[in-house]
């Protein structure tokens, strides 16, 4: 006797019902074995769609069921569900996906409804070898893991933390804070960035929920959803942090004559190999530089720092340590690398001391910056005119095809920020002003008001004419070609995702989109999340964005984490595969392929088994076990011959 | 063909222009002309008035490609420069000058109009293998300039002597040499140059040989991006040169004490990333001292000698950029200023007369320039 089948063809509106004859699939399927009862609704998604189905159920005691409708990316979780509520096994379903595979790609009816009735005719057969399979639950690890220590995983540590939640916060630079402690002064308001920033930095190392691991990066993710286990690299620091004060005489001391360009002043002064960042720093400690100090790189150093410390902090002998760590979600905030100006050599960036990129000129406006907040030529003299030119590296099929978001506005407060200190002239090169913010567009019109001259051109190239900068462009709304003469050019780059982002997804298995940024598992109703269930992003890490918004989609991503890990317990999907102990003949090929490290193999019974939990279901092992030992749920053999032979038939 | 002028906006993909203004910015001759890139573009992809394509700038562009290159939205500006010269060369629209080098290229295979049997009096002390009747591995591929122009001859003998001395197993096409048809492209005539492409594709094919070198960065240019099916390996003899100079193949011992710098040849520098070696060459001749120009690489200022330039006149005025270019290098010190193409050699040396500069600086390609040293 064959399992009763309930079949049902759903006409989604006119998507499917337009190019197949859902009628005549009705008949088709009443034909097939098995099959007690045939159905078609307008939208079987719909409340009483699903009811229709869910009172079949008990009136026919069915045990299987074939959905006839969209991809079962759409609706398989759905129609599932409603089995669950039905009181049959969830996974006695099958879908024949007739909508994206068959009536949006096909013109003439009859033939798509024929294709249509084979479709069908092959997950009828498939639903009858179908088997109930049990969901397993499995506890989740309560902490969360948070990558990067810029303004975006402060925001998600501190919120997580201020719920109580156990953070693990990674950053890969010597201190926290990233591009935002870079920052003088942010628009529109035009608040001082270390002011608003740096409670946020100290509290971070306060807070006992938050465990900071700087130099560190994680180099391994096992596991999955609520139990990941990472491998954390801890980068030595060659200073004992629990007795270095950050009092930096080391840094006086450090012999070092040429020093180190320093990253955070943007290469624009030179550090000592021991050296504490800046003087907000957190946290606040030195470290050594393994590259430039003489003594690691060379072996040759009279090691003055190591004289100059009184709390005997430094200590050459620290090495690399991998620790690792149990968390339940990931929130992903790695950021971005600014655009390289190098890259458009026309410019003229790196040939001329005096073309700035907007990162270091904001470095310029720091008070605790290398000219303590003048701006100043290289030279040390006041500059008489500055021209800030738009979209470097963005917007650019040469570069960057996108809009970097955030420049034109970084732009225009430079300007005004230059204008208020040097009174000089003031030119903005710009293609079009993205001032699409809150209280932005206001603030491009008071900019404009305090006259600094706006020319609609993009700036095709610098050169140097009798000592002075020349900026080249078109005035395109007068239709005139024009050479302009500055002091200083400052190069409004882009934002791009990290030159080691594919590093990173490789790492957490998550995707890249085709600007490199990290993508999102959908673009407008699930731009926190990742395809991989547990992994969050926040911040630039998945786009450019400006402040407030790197600051919501952390929030977002910290509340989307919290309420993942506070579960307590998760469910896993059952279609995993298992070995058969009786037929595996210890060749280990699948533990060679399985790319979730989920298959292990007994030495002392010399067969292969399967981590069921860590097991994501792909089949691999299945595919290439030579003794058919590996067998995969739901995918049985048996299964799939049946589907393909009806579909061929 | 017929031409309809309506197709421009789709073939040179004229829609995604964002009227930035890059192209007329960056433009080597946007003080010297009318020529705005950038209303050109605007215009063509509202043409409704044909008079829009009589407009003299039209021929001003000298195909330097800095436009192009620069592009951010990716118009294909030059190209769209030289679709309107081809719709008004097939209604016979071009200015005379061009008409006549188009005619003798058609005619003797050179725009000078030079008779074809002439083409190797510049070689004919030298003893060098003629392809067809013998055979080699490399093919020399000499060029109408340095076949015909005295001034440029001088180039191809010199690169003879340093290939004999290298022991490079080389031939010239001789009287069979055609003109490659960049120029000719570039003055409008496609048809023209789809028999030159044609003509030399099969002539090269047949002659079996391994490597191709070339004087001229507009013949580099052509075999290397114009002729899909010629498949051989295309050097510019600077590539080559760089190769004899670090292989010790070649030994330069002679030279005094001389400031040089160097002006980069638009088709050779910007349009096909060939920088490094003419300044590798330059910097390991005897007692040289290279300085950079303010512009250069790619950011170098075109000498206005391309594009079919060279057989234009009328369509720019002011200072010439060659002009800019001599004075920029005499103030810099430097005692010659060196290039490796034929048509800076030839507007730059012009320059030098024209400046008043000739007893400060002279003009040499680095051919000779290696030459001399050896």
Same mark, same amino acid.
């Given at each position: 006797?064959?399992?009763?089948?309930?079949?049902?063809?759903?006409?989604?509106?006119?998507?499917?019902?337009?190019?197949?004859?859902?009628?005549?699939?009705?008949?088709?399927?009443?034909?097939?074995?098995?099959?007690?009862?045939?159905?078609?609704?307008?939208?079987?998604?719909?409340?009483?769609?699903?009811?229709?189905?869910?009172?079949?159920?008990?009136?026919?005691?069915?045990?299987?069921?074939?959905?006839?409708?969209?991809?079962?990316?759409?609706?398989?979780?759905?129609?599932?569900?409603?089995?669950?509520?039905?009181?049959?096994?969830?996974?006695?379903?099958?879908?024949?996906?007739?909508?994206?595979?068959?009536?949006?790609?096909?013109?003439?009816?009859?033939?798509?409804?024929?294709?249509?009735?084979?479709?069908?005719?092959?997950?009828?057969?498939?639903?009858?070898?179908?088997?109930?399979?049990?969901?397993?639950?499995?506890?989740?690890?309560?902490?969360?893991?948070?990558?990067?220590?810029?303004?975006?995983?402060?925001?998600?540590?501190?919120?997580?933390?201020?719920?109580?939640?156990?953070?693990?916060?990674?950053?890969?630079?010597?201190?926290?804070?990233?591009?935002?402690?870079?920052?003088?002064?942010?628009?529109?308001?035009?608040?001082?960035?270390?002011?608003?920033?740096?409670?946020?930095?100290?509290?971070?190392?306060?807070?006992?929920?938050?465990?900071?691991?700087?130099?560190?990066?994680?180099?391994?993710?096992?596991?999955?959803?609520?139990?990941?286990?990472?491998?954390?690299?801890?980068?030595?620091?060659?200073?004992?942090?629990?007795?270095?004060?950050?009092?930096?005489?080391?840094?006086?001391?450090?012999?070092?004559?040429?020093?180190?360009?320093?990253?955070?002043?943007?290469?624009?002064?030179?550090?000592?190999?021991?050296?504490?960042?800046?003087?907000?720093?957190?946290?606040?400690?030195?470290?050594?530089?393994?590259?430039?100090?003489?003594?690691?790189?060379?072996?040759?150093?009279?090691?003055?720092?190591?004289?100059?410390?009184?709390?005997?902090?430094?200590?050459?002998?620290?090495?690399?340590?991998?620790?690792?760590?149990?968390?339940?979600?990931?929130?992903?905030?790695?950021?971005?690398?600014?655009?390289?100006?190098?890259?458009?050599?026309?410019?003229?960036?790196?040939?001329?001391?005096?073309?700035?990129?907007?990162?270091?000129?904001?470095?310029?406006?720091?008070?605790?910056?290398?000219?303590?907040?003048?701006?100043?030529?290289?030279?040390?003299?006041?500059?008489?005119?500055?021209?800030?030119?738009?979209?470097?590296?963005?917007?650019?099929?040469?570069?960057?095809?996108?809009?970097?978001?955030?420049?034109?506005?970084?732009?225009?407060?430079?300007?005004?920020?230059?204008?208020?200190?040097?009174?000089?002239?003031?030119?903005?090169?710009?293609?079009?002003?993205?001032?699409?913010?809150?209280?932005?567009?206001?603030?491009?019109?008071?900019?404009?008001?305090?006259?600094?001259?706006?020319?609609?051109?993009?700036?095709?190239?610098?050169?140097?004419?009798?000592?002075?900068?020349?900026?080249?462009?078109?005035?395109?709304?007068?239709?005139?070609?024009?050479?302009?003469?500055?002091?200083?050019?400052?190069?409004?780059?882009?934002?791009?995702?990290?030159?080691?982002?594919?590093?990173?997804?490789?790492?957490?298995?998550?995707?890249?989109?085709?600007?490199?940024?990290?993508?999102?598992?959908?673009?407008?109703?699930?731009?926190?999340?990742?395809?991989?269930?547990?992994?969050?992003?926040?911040?630039?890490?998945?786009?450019?964005?400006?402040?407030?918004?790197?600051?919501?989609?952390?929030?977002?991503?910290?509340?989307?984490?919290?309420?993942?890990?506070?579960?307590?317990?998760?469910?896993?999907?059952?279609?995993? !595969?298992?070995?058969?102990?009786? *037929? $595996?003949? +210890? %060749?280990?090929? @699948?533990?060679? #392929? /399985? &790319?979730?490290? =989920?298959?292990?193999?007994?030495?002392?019974?010399?067969? !292969?088994?399967?981590?069921?939990? *860590? $097991?994501? +279901? %792909?089949?691999? @092992?299945?595919? #290439? /076990? &030579?003794?058919? =030992?590996?067998?995969?749920?739901?995918?049985?053999?048996?299964?799939?011959?049946?589907?393909?032979?009806?579909?061929?038939? | 063909?017929?031409?309809?002028?309506?197709?421009?906006?789709?073939?040179?993909?004229?829609?995604?222009?964002?009227?930035?203004?890059?192209?007329?910015?960056?433009?080597?001759?946007?003080?010297?002309?009318?020529?705005?890139?950038?209303?050109?573009?605007?215009?063509?992809?509202?043409?409704?008035?044909?008079?829009?394509?009589?407009?003299?700038?039209?021929?001003?562009?000298?195909?330097?490609?800095?436009?192009?290159?620069?592009?951010?939205?990716?118009?294909?500006?030059?190209?769209?420069?030289?679709?309107?010269?081809?719709?008004?060369?097939?209604?016979?629209?071009?200015?005379?000058?061009?008409?006549?080098?188009?005619?003798?290229?058609?005619?003797?295979?050179?725009?000078?109009?030079?008779?074809?049997?002439?083409?190797?009096?510049?070689?004919?002390?030298?003893?060098?293998?003629?392809?067809?009747?013998?055979?080699?591995?490399?093919?020399?591929?000499?060029?109408?300039?340095?076949?015909?122009?005295?001034?440029?001859?001088?180039?191809?003998?010199?690169?003879?002597?340093?290939?004999?001395?290298?022991?490079?197993?080389?031939?010239?096409?001789?009287?069979?040499?055609?003109?490659?048809?960049?120029?000719?492209?570039?003055?409008?005539?496609?048809?023209?140059?789809?028999?030159?492409?044609?003509?030399?594709?099969?002539?090269?094919?047949?002659?079996?040989?391994?490597?191709?070198?070339?004087?001229?960065?507009?013949?580099?240019?052509?075999?290397?991006?114009?002729?899909?099916?010629?498949?051989?390996?295309?050097?510019?003899?600077?590539?080559?040169?760089?190769?004899?100079?670090?292989?010790?193949?070649?030994?330069?011992?002679?030279?005094?004490?001389?400031?040089?710098?160097?002006?980069?040849?638009?088709?050779?520098?910007?349009?096909?990333?060939?920088?490094?070696?003419?300044?590798?060459?330059?910097?390991?001749?005897?007692?040289?001292?290279?300085?950079?120009?303010?512009?250069?690489?790619?950011?170098?200022?075109?000498?206005?000698?391309?594009?079919?330039?060279?057989?234009?006149?009328?369509?720019?005025?002011?200072?010439?950029?060659?002009?800019?270019?001599?004075?920029?290098?005499?103030?810099?010190?430097?005692?010659?200023?060196?290039?490796?193409?034929?048509?800076?050699?030839?507007?730059?040396?012009?320059?030098?007369?024209?400046?008043?500069?000739?007893?400060?600086?002279?003009?040499?390609?680095?051919?000779?320039?290696?030459?001399?040293?050896?």
């Amino acid at each position: 006797m064959k399992k009763a089948i309930g079949v049902y063809v759903c006409h989604c509106g006119t998507n499917i019902a337009s190019t197949v004859d859902c009628e005549s699939l009705v008949l088709f399927s009443k034909t097939l074995p098995g099959v007690r009862i045939a159905r078609d609704y307008r939208y079987l998604c719909s409340d009483p769609g699903q009811d229709l189905i869910k009172k079949d159920i008990k009136e026919f005691s069915l045990e299987g069921i074939v959905i006839a409708a969209c991809s079962p990316r759409m609706h398989e979780i759905t129609f599932r569900n409603l089995l669950k509520t039905a009181g049959l096994n969830p996974y006695c379903l099958n879908i024949a996906n007739i909508r994206e595979q068959c009536s949006w790609v096909h013109l003439n009816k009859g033939e798509a409804t024929e294709k249509a009735k084979q479709l069908l005719r092959a997950a009828v057969a498939r639903v009858l070898r179908q088997k109930a399979l049990e969901t397993k639950k499995v506890e989740i690890k309560p902490s969360i893991l948070i990558v990067g220590a810029g303004i975006a995983g402060i925001q998600a540590a501190l919120t997580l933390a201020s719920e109580g939640a156990r953070v693990i916060l990674v950053e890969k630079a010597p201190y926290i804070g990233g591009h935002m402690a870079q920052l003088d002064k942010t628009f529109p308001t035009l608040d001082c960035a270390s002011c608003i920033f740096t409670p946020k930095t100290v509290e971070v190392a306060r807070d006992e929920h938050i465990e900071l691991h700087v130099l560190s990066e994680v180099v391994g993710v096992k596991g999955y959803v609520g139990n990941f286990k990472v491998s954390i690299k801890k980068n030595p620091t060659y200073v004992d942090v629990s007795r270095c004060t950050g009092c930096g005489d080391c840094m006086e001391a450090c012999v070092l004559k040429k020093g180190a360009l320093s990253e955070f002043e943007e290469g624009m002064v030179a550090r000592k190999a021991i050296y504490i960042a800046f003087p907000q720093a957190v946290p606040l400690k030195a470290v050594i530089d393994p590259k430039s100090c003489l003594f690691l790189s060379l072996g040759k150093c009279k090691k003055s720092c190591v004289e100059a410390c009184k709390a005997q902090a430094i200590d050459f002998e620290q090495k690399e340590e991998m620790i690792e760590r149990e968390v339940g979600a990931i929130i992903i905030a790695t950021g971005y690398d600014l655009f390289d100006p190098h890259l458009l050599p026309q410019y003229g960036y790196g040939v001329y001391d005096n073309v700035l990129t907007n990162l270091q000129f904001e470095r310029l406006l720091s008070p605790s910056g290398p000219t303590r907040g003048e701006i100043l030529l290289k030279d040390g003299s006041s500059p008489k005119a500055i021209a800030f030119l738009h979209c470097i590296g963005s917007r650019d099929e040469n570069a960057n095809p996108y809009c970097s978001r955030v420049c034109c506005m970084v732009s225009m407060k430079q300007a005004h920020l230059a204008k208020e200190k040097t009174g000089a002239e003031i030119y903005e090169f710009y293609i079009d002003i993205n001032a699409f913010g809150k209280g932005y567009q206001e603030f491009y019109k008071r900019v404009r008001e305090e006259g600094i001259f706006f020319i609609r051109g993009k700036g095709s190239e610098v050169f140097k004419r009798e000592g002075r900068l020349v900026v080249s462009a078109e005035d395109t709304l007068l239709g005139i070609p024009m050479e302009v003469s500055v002091d200083m050019v400052v190069l409004g780059a882009g934002l791009t995702a990290r030159h080691d982002a594919e590093k990173v997804a490789q790492v957490f298995g998550i995707n890249q989109s085709s600007d490199r940024f990290f993508m999102e598992a959908h673009p407008k109703l699930r731009p926190v999340a990742t395809p991989v269930e547990g992994i969050f992003l926040a911040g630039c890490c998945q786009g450019p964005k400006d402040i407030p918004d790197t600051v919501a989609q952390a929030s977002a991503a910290a509340a989307e984490a919290i309420s993942l890990v506070r579960k307590g317990e998760i469910e896993v999907e059952p279609i995993t !595969s298992w070995i058969d102990p009786e *037929l $595996c003949s +210890g %060749c280990k090929l @699948c533990v060679e #392929i /399985c &790319p979730t490290s =989920a298959i292990q193999f007994n030495e002392l019974k010399r067969i !292969s088994s399967v981590n069921e939990v *860590l $097991c994501k +279901g %792909c089949g691999a @092992c299945a595919a #290439i /076990c &030579p003794s058919k =030992a590996a067998r995969q749920n739901h995918f049985t053999q048996d299964q799939i011959l049946s589907e393909v032979e009806e579909l061929a038939g | 063909m017929k031409i309809d002028p309506k197709t421009f906006v789709k073939d040179y993909n004229l829609l995604v222009c964002i009227q930035c203004g890059t192209c007329t910015g960056g433009c080597p001759v946007k003080f010297r002309s009318p020529l705005n890139m950038r209303r050109l573009v605007r215009q063509t992809h509202f043409a409704s008035d044909p008079s829009l394509f009589k407009k003299p700038e039209w021929w001003a562009c000298t195909t330097c490609s800095t436009c192009s290159l620069r592009c951010p939205a990716g118009v294909k500006n030059v190209e769209l420069i030289l679709g309107v010269r081809n719709y008004l060369a097939n209604q016979g629209e071009v200015p005379s000058t061009i008409r006549e080098a188009l005619e003798n290229t058609l005619l003797h295979g050179n725009p000078w109009g030079r008779f074809r049997d002439r083409r190797i009096d510049w070689a004919k002390d030298l003893d060098i293998k003629i392809l067809g009747e013998e055979t080699a591995e490399i093919l020399f591929f000499v060029g109408c300039a340095p076949s015909y122009d005295p001034r440029v001859q001088n180039i191809s003998i010199s690169l003879v002597k340093i290939f004999s001395m290298a022991g490079l197993d080389f031939g010239i096409l001789g009287k069979k040499e055609s003109c490659c048809g960049n120029e000719i492209r570039r003055m409008g005539e496609q048809a023209l140059f789809r028999k030159l492409l044609r003509d030399n594709t099969n002539l090269i094919k047949k002659i079996g040989v391994k490597r191709i070198i070339t004087i001229s960065p507009h013949c580099y240019n052509a075999f290397k991006n114009e002729y899909p099916e010629l498949t051989i390996p295309v050097y510019h003899y600077t590539q080559v040169l760089v190769d004899l100079i670090e292989t010790g193949k070649i030994e330069m011992r002679n030279g005094s004490e001389t400031p040089v710098t160097y002006q980069d040849p638009c088709f050779l520098g910007k349009q096909n990333g060939v920088f490094e070696e003419p300044r590798k060459i330059l910097s390991s001749l005897p007692g040289v001292t290279f300085t950079e120009m303010e512009r250069s690489r790619e950011r170098s200022l075109c000498c206005e000698g391309g594009g079919g330039r060279m057989w234009t006149e009328g369509f720019t005025e002011g200072i010439r950029n060659a002009e800019i270019r001599v004075r920029e290098a005499n103030r810099l010190g430097a005692k010659v200023l060196a290039t490796s193409c034929p048509f800076c050699l030839l507007t730059l040396e012009d320059a030098v007369k024209t400046s008043g500069l000739s007893d400060q600086i002279v003009v040499k390609d680095i051919a000779e320039l290696v030459a001399d040293s050896l």
